[in-house]
């Protein structure tokens, strides 16, 4: 079993910035595929960005890319997510997400965390 903590959402003004962060527990955390997704009232869960158990691999959705970056720190079992440029319709509640495979982690992720609110104002 993998527990995901998700810290650092708030309110943040347009055009500013927010760094997210996931820590893991409960299994190695290099074995684990890391992702970020976003969910607003009404709409489906939407995939954000993920990243690779070594961290070489990254995939970002068209909306975030040039904005957002993901990384992780495997000593400290936390993967980062740095949101830049942030826009209005940036808001959502941010949900970490993990998996052992990179693939399924982009999809269907076996493991979630509890979600933090991301609330951008223009």
């Known amino acids: 079993q993998v527990q995901l903590v998700e810290s650092g959402g708030g309110l943040v003004q347009a055009g500013g910035s927010l760094r997210l962060s996931c820590a893991a527990s409960?299994?190695?955390?290099?074995?684990?595929?890391m992702g970020w997704f976003r969910q607003v009232p009404g709409k489906e869960r939407e995939l954000v960005t993920a990243?690779?158990?070594?961290?070489?691999?990254?995939y970002y959705a068209d909306s975030v890319k040039g904005r957002f970056t993901i990384s992780r720190d495997n000593a400290k079992n936390t993967v980062y997510l740095q949101m830049n440029s942030l826009k209005s319709e940036d808001t959502a509640v941010y949900y970490c997400?993990?998996?052992?495979?990179?693939?399924?982690?982009?999809?269907?992720?076996?493991?979630w965390g509890q979600g933090t609110q991301v609330t951008v104002s223009s």
């Open positions: 997400a993990a998996d052992p495979v990179v693939n399924t982690v982009k999809t269907a992720p076996a493991y």
């Open positions: 409960g299994r190695t955390f290099s074995r684990l595929a």
């Open positions: 990243i690779s158990g070594s961290g070489y691999s990254t």
